[in-house]
């Protein structure tokens, strides 16, 4: 069981938004910053967002993130079927003084 | 810009001791302000942190893997390792090393970039 909730999947048709909840607790998300993931099969997950809403260098502003209370959620604008990939929210725990993610959501975009 | 490659045995015995080295090259361990992380993904599951490593040996683990683990640097060599022991098939996954930025003070944070490429590793006799 992952200590972070994410829903298994979600779908949305090309041109259209999505967004992608992750849901904690106040010992990771409610007091500290999220980081989210995007993984292609068979390839090394990639930083999407860090620090709740900030994007690294390369991330298009199709993606972004947000945080309210102990509940973080992914947005993603403009959906291409290039966008089809498993994404994970993590954080740090401070009462677990642990690295933590969800459980990954498939985006499928029909 | 900075990579980072993973290596080691492919396939491990039951009761053994995994053995993985991450080379980093394009930067220096030794430049600070990040950490060096271990994380694994069970086949067809989530990931899992595992622990990381600051260049002066500081060291975080995942209390549920604590008593296995030993992550260590070679500033030298410009490496880090992680050594997992008794693993069982339970530890068979893709293992990634990754940078990771890291603050502990509330409101605290980490995330991981770059990842190298992963290597499975199967426990099986």
């Known amino acids: 069981q992952s200590v972070l909730t994410q829903p298994p999947s979600v779908s949305a048709a090309p041109g259209q938004k999505v967004t992608i909840s992750c849901s904690g607790s106040?010992?990771?998300?409610?007091?500290?910053?999220v980081s989210w993931y995007q993984q292609f099969p068979g390839t090394a997950p990639k930083l999407l967002i860090y620090?709740?809403?900030k994007r690294p260098s390369g991330i298009p502003d199709r993606f972004s993130g947000s945080k309210s209370g102990a509940s973080a959620t992914l947005g993603i604008t403009g959906l291409r079927t290039g966008d089809e990939a498993a994404y994970y929210c993590?954080?740090?725990?401070?009462?677990?003084?642990?690295?933590?993610f969800g459980g990954g959501t498939k985006l499928t975009v029909l | 810009q900075v990579q980072l490659q993973e290596s080691g045995p492919g396939l491990v015995k039951p009761s053994q001791t995994l053995s993985l080295t991450c080379t980093v090259s394009?930067?220096?361990?030794?430049?600070?302000?990040?950490?060096w992380s271990w994380i694994r993904q069970h086949p067809g599951k989530g990931l899992e942190w595992i622990g990381h490593?600051?260049?002066?040996?500081?060291?975080y683990y995942n209390p549920s893997l604590k008593s296995r683990v030993t992550i260590s640097v070679d500033t030298s060599k410009n490496q880090f390792s992680l050594k997992l022991s008794s693993v069982t098939a339970a530890d068979t996954a893709v293992y990634y090393c990754?940078?990771?930025?890291?603050?502990?003070?509330?409101?605290?944070?980490?995330?991981?970039?770059?990842w190298g490429q992963g290597t499975l590793v199967t426990v099986s006799s």
């Open positions: 620090e709740n809403n």
């Open positions: 106040s010992s990771n998300i409610g007091n500290n910053y």
């Open positions: 993590g954080t740090w725990d401070s009462s677990l003084s642990a690295g933590v």
């Open positions: 394009g930067g220096s361990i030794r430049s600070g302000g990040h950490y």
């Open positions: 490593i600051y260049y002066s040996g500081s060291t």
């Open positions: 990754a940078r990771a930025g890291l603050i502990v003070v509330v409101p605290a944070a980490i995330w991981f970039d770059p």
